[in-house]
T-cell receptor, first 117, second 115 residues
């Protein structure tokens, strides 16, 4: 069963607009972590933001914020004031279970975001 | 910072040969490293978890004898694709975590093409 679901394979957004990338997850663990990564065409994975399952406040990192709705099991990424350089693949990911050096991180299928000038 | 360096960034090899990919954590010690495989326009699929000084833990469906993983030190893990075939052509990317820190840091990835 798919544990991380990203339902938007691709999105086009006008520059300077805000964009929301959807992510839902499935886990029976009480303790878990949610991540968003950006992958430009060069291939490297760039960490954007992290939300712990026990964090009461939504995570924010500059223009990135994570809309965490625990009851709905969703962790949408919001990018404010989009820029041309935001065009990339975006992956939602989850670490299941308690934080440990060996706990795995699994990825969703990704959303390709394209910013129009 | 937390820098993970992966080498080579790309490699072309002949069918039947073996290819070794290195993953190094440059400024931190990584007791655990992870190896992923990514096909074009697809997500990252976890292949194995590499633990320093012990055998790697492979995900279901990943051939242990084909994808040899060695984690000889706290800063180096290697993935060897043995007897490579064209279907092994893919983007391989490693990641490492600093102890209990939340995020994992990724290498630049290696694009393997088997001809």
């Amino acid at each position: 069963a798919q544990k991380i679901t990203q339902t938007q394979p691709g999105m086009f957004v006008q520059e300077k607009e805000a964009v929301t990338l959807d992510c839902t997850y499935d886990t029976s663990d009480q303790s878990y972590g949610l991540f968003w990564y950006k992958q430009p065409s060069s291939g490297e994975m760039i960490f954007l933001i992290y939300q712990g399952s026990y964090d009461e406040q939504n995570a924010t990192e500059g223009r990135y914020s994570l809309n965490f709705q625990k009851a709905r099991k969703s962790a949408n990424l919001v990018i404010s004031a989009s820029q041309l350089g935001d065009s990339a693949m975006y992956f939602c990911a989850m670490r299941e279970g308690r934080r440990s050096s060996a706990s795995k991180i699994i990825f969703g299928s990704g959303t390709r975001l394209s910013i129009r000038p | 910072g937390a820098v993970v360096s992966q080498h080579p960034s790309w490699v072309i090899c002949k069918s039947g040969t073996s290819v070794k990919i290195e993953c190094r954590s440059l400024d931190f010690q990584a007791t655990t490293m992870f190896w992923y495989r990514q096909f074009p326009k697809q997500s990252l699929m976890l292949m194995a978890t590499s633990n320093e000084g012990s055998k790697a833990t492979y995900e279901q469906g990943v051939e242990k004898d084909k994808f040899l993983i060695n984690h000889a030190s706290l800063t180096l893990s290697t993935l060897t694709v043995t007897s490579a075939h064209p279907e092994d052509s893919s983007f391989y990317i490693c990641s490492a975590r600093k102890g209990l820190d939340t995020e994992a840091f990724f290498g630049q990835g290696t694009r393997l093409t088997v001809v």
